[in-house]
């Protein structure tokens, strides 16, 4: 099992910009899905974005589309999270997963990060 382990979190105002990585242990093309989950205080973890294997197939929440990019580079066993155009409501402990299957939910997910902490506040 792959070991997952996130940085690049912090503190950024609103409007800001942040780049999260999620650095793989081992290769990461057994799995058919990597995805950014992230979970604010007191509320259920959600979904943010996922990425293909191959990188040609991407989600977003609607809550981050247009404002957030994911993306992979495989030889370096890397997934980012490009989060551009901050909001608050994007405060949130952000983690890294792999699914070997398709679907980008986090009940599909079979390895998963600890976390790194988003905090947008001015």
């Known amino acids: 099992q792959v070991q997952l382990v996130e940085s690049g979190g912090g503190l950024v105002q609103p409007g800001g910009s942040l780049r999260l990585s999620c650095a793989a242990s081992g290769s990461t093309l057994i799995y058919a899905t990597m995805g950014w989950f992230r979970q604010a205080p007191g509320k259920e973890r959600e979904g943010v974005s996922c990425?293909?294997?191959?990188?040609?197939?991407?989600s977003y929440a609607d809550s981050v589309q247009g404002r957030f990019t994911v993306s992979r580079d495989n030889a370096k066993n890397t997934v980012y999270l490009q989060m551009n155009s901050l909001k608050p409501e994007d405060t949130a402990v952000y983690y890294c997963?792999?699914?070997?299957?398709?679907?980008?939910?986090?009940?599909?997910?079979?390895?998963w990060g600890k976390g790194t902490l988003v905090t947008v506040s001015s």
């Open positions: 990425i293909s294997r191959s990188g040609g197939s991407t």
């Open positions: 997963a792999a699914g070997l299957g398709r679907l980008c939910e986090a009940s599909g997910m079979n390895s």
